[in-house]
């Protein structure tokens, strides 16, 4: 793609004429802090007011020379970069052409079932006689390395909320094994943290994952001051607090559950417009005696698919809508902040992300 090969001009320009100069951005743009130095070259360094004298003329030069050849606004930096919905949009559609691991019509079949109107989602009617999942190939999606990494996350969580989370050191490598196959292994991941990166909202790869995985899987505190949650735990594999379903917004981890009789899949009150996967659904499900009024999910994408348009959203509209473009109809994510708990330098971590229900 033209952003990746862009990113590899600027890896060349940073390593180019590099100095130790403590007071010069020559050959230091995009570097993470480095007490060592006087003074900063990173977009972070705006904020901070430690950038070098000639950070202006050298960094943000360079950086707006190549969003100018992409056509991205770049005015800001480290957090502060104009990023507009169009752009957020024409994204969202190159991410959507990339996602080459979704499920096809043949290796996918689903059975939606009864529609009810938002008036009746807290009915806890079970009005489909048949699961949702009527088919799913296994064998062609589950060996794929982003499959295969996530399905090892799944079983990692206790569902309770008040139940800290306790980690192998198996499971903590599980999750780096995850961002790296999503993330790194992928044109689609390689895709967003390109444009991340030309926004100068990270200056570099490294800083990106670890970023993403503080963000995702950093734990927190929902219930009776334990470490008990996580982004990643809410969203993806779902979690039970006070008496019902709470997050529970994958696909895949749906599936699993039903297959295994744990999910009863009762209705749902809305379904996307794509005739092909990836689809937008809100369902009505019971899970094990607890009731999820609108779960809704991105259905038949690839996990590094859902992964990266819900990291694109709270990464660029935090606590806000963002509207997506997929295959030129619109889908609209809710992020929300948890303002409880920080991590790094007051950042927050996920405290959920959804498919929000269209609006007629």
């Known amino acids: 793609m033209k952003a990746i090969a862009v990113l590899a001009l600027w890896v060349t320009l940073f390593h180019q004429g590099y100095s130790n100069t403590l007071d010069s951005c020559q050959g230091r743009c995009g570097y993470g802090t480095d007490n060592s130095f006087s003074c900063q070259c990173n977009p972070s360094c705006e904020r901070y007011g430690d950038c070098c004298s000639d950070y202006t003329e050298i960094c943000k030069a360079k950086r707006n020379s190549i ?68 088919y799913l190939n296994e064998e062609a999606l589950f060996s794929r390395p982003t499959y295969a990494a996530l399905l090892a996350l799944l079983d990692n969580y206790d569902r309770m909320t008040g139940q800290a989370e306790d980690f192998s050191p198996q499971q903590l490598a599980e999750q780096d094994v995850f961002l ?142 963002c509207r997506l473009s997929l295959g030129g109809k619109e889908l609209i994510i809710q992020t929300y902040t948890w303002d409880n708990s920080f991590y790094g330098d007051g950042k927050k971590y996920i405290g959920s992300a959804f498919p929000a229900t269209p609006k007629n």
């Open 67 to 134: 969003c100018s050849s992409l056509n991205l606004t770049c005015d800001g930096g480290g957090g502060g970069s104009v990023i507009t919905d169009a752009e957020i949009k024409a994204l969202s559609e190159t991410l959507y052409a990339l996602d080459s691991n979704k499920a096809s019509a043949s290796e996918l079949v689903i059975d939606p079932q009864a529609l009810v109107p938002d008036s009746q989602t807290s009915s806890k009617d079970d009005l489909a006689s048949a699961p949702l999942f009527q």
């Open 180 to 321: 790296k196959e999503t993330m790194s292994n992928t044109e689609l991941g390689r895709e967003l943290f390109a444009f991340l990166y030309t926004k100068g909202i990270y200056a570099s790869e490294e800083e990106f994952i670890q970023d993403l995985k503080m963000m995702w899987f950093g734990l927190y505190s929902r219930n009776n001051k334990k470490m008990d949650s996580s982004g990643f735990e809410h969203i993806f594999a779902g979690e039970v607090k006070g008496g019902k379903v709470s997050g529970f917004h994958n696909w895949i981890r749906f599936y699993l559950l039903e297959k295994k009789g744990q999910l009863n899949y009762y209705s749902h009150s809305f379904n996307g417009p794509w005739a092909t996967y990836p689809d937008v659904m809100g369902m009505q499900f019971m899970w094990e005696g607890y009731y999820k009024q609108v779960g809704s999910s991105v259905i038949g994408c690839s996990p590094e698919f859902d992964f990266a348009l819900y990291s694109l959203c709270y990464i660029t509209r935090p606590g806000k809508q």
